[in-house]
């Protein structure tokens, strides 16, 4: 049995103040570090809820969510994935198939990496509101349709978001593994344009379950089954039968008292 998760308070003055676990994979020489704050908060999704998009003002009319500038692939075997998942949409899921099968979806960014191409402002892949299928991205409402897991369909960053797993290898060869929320450096130099970021908004923190059980396909796919198993275990353990308060997230414990 793997020794039990040893949690870590972090407070860098009380402004982001988070608690974290971390244990030893039972597999393998890593260690994964667990941003319990943000796994046991209440965030969801709120694409076409109150999204305000990501672009340099607020733009909840365009629908558009984190997808105005298209995703970036992790590499190769990302974006060829996508292409293939691409290739089996029908003109019923995807609004611009007709351009993306003229053109193709993937393209060569500015810094040399590869990204979905753009249309008519925005990824290729988002529907914009009106079409029959929905607003959204056609790879999702796919596998929606389809009953499968959007994981298998998406570029990687996009059904990771707003988690974001960093790995740094010391010169022993050991691995410690990060899993924490996606916050606005993450995204460059660009992210400070941003007018509007989810995991800064209470108004995304609604959610009727803790991150860590709405996003667990999404967390399997990241850590692997048995990695999931150990911080659901514990989380479940901290959440559940065991009173031990929580560190709120920050984006809860520095909103306005709706009271005063």
């Known amino acids: 049995m793997p020794p ?4 870590v ?22 260690t994964w570090q667990f941003d319990v704050t943000f796994l046991t908060s209440p965030w969801t999704c709120i694409f076409g809820r109150g999204c305000q998009g990501v672009l340099t003002g607020p733009a909840s009319e365009l629908v ?26 029908g003109a019923e899921h995807w609004q611009f198939r007709k351009r993306g099968r003229k053109k193709g979806v993937v393209r060569r960014l500015a810094d040399g990496d590869l990204g979905t191409r753009m249309a008519d402002g925005a990824c290729i892949f988002l529907n914009r509101p009106g079409f029959a ?26 059904w990771q978001l707003p988690l974001r797993r960093e790995d740094e ?20 130099e660009g992210g400070a344009e941003f007018h509007w970021w989810c995991t800064e908004d209470p108004a ?23 990695v ?22 920050p984006s809860l414990r520095n909103a306005p008292d709706p009271a005063r």
């Open 4 to 7: 039990p998760p040893r949690a």
């Open 9 to 30: 308070q972090v407070d860098d003055g009380g402004v982001d103040a988070r608690e974290w676990v971390s244990f030893p994979d039972p597999a393998e020489e890593r």
């Open 64 to 89: 558009q969510g984190c997808c105005s500038y298209g995703a970036h692939f992790t590499g190769v075997a990302d974006a060829r994935a996508v292409e293939e998942a691409a290739a089996t949409l």
């Open 133 to 158: 299928a929905g607003a959204g991205c056609a790879l999702h409402l796919a596998a929606i349709q389809r009953g499968v897991s959007h994981v298998t369909l998406k570029p990687e960053v996009c």
């Open 169 to 188: 290898t010391a010169d022993d060869g050991h691995v410690t593994s990060v899993i924490r929320q996606w916050d606005r450096r993450h995204w460059g």
């Open 204 to 226: 995304a923190f609604v959610g009727d379950r803790p991150v860590y059980l709405a996003m667990r396909e999404e967390l399997e796919a990241m850590v692997g089954h048995e």
């Open 228 to 249: 999931y198993r150990l911080l659901a275990a514990y989380l479940d353990s901290r959440t559940g039968t065991v009173p031990v308060p929580l560190l709120p997230h």
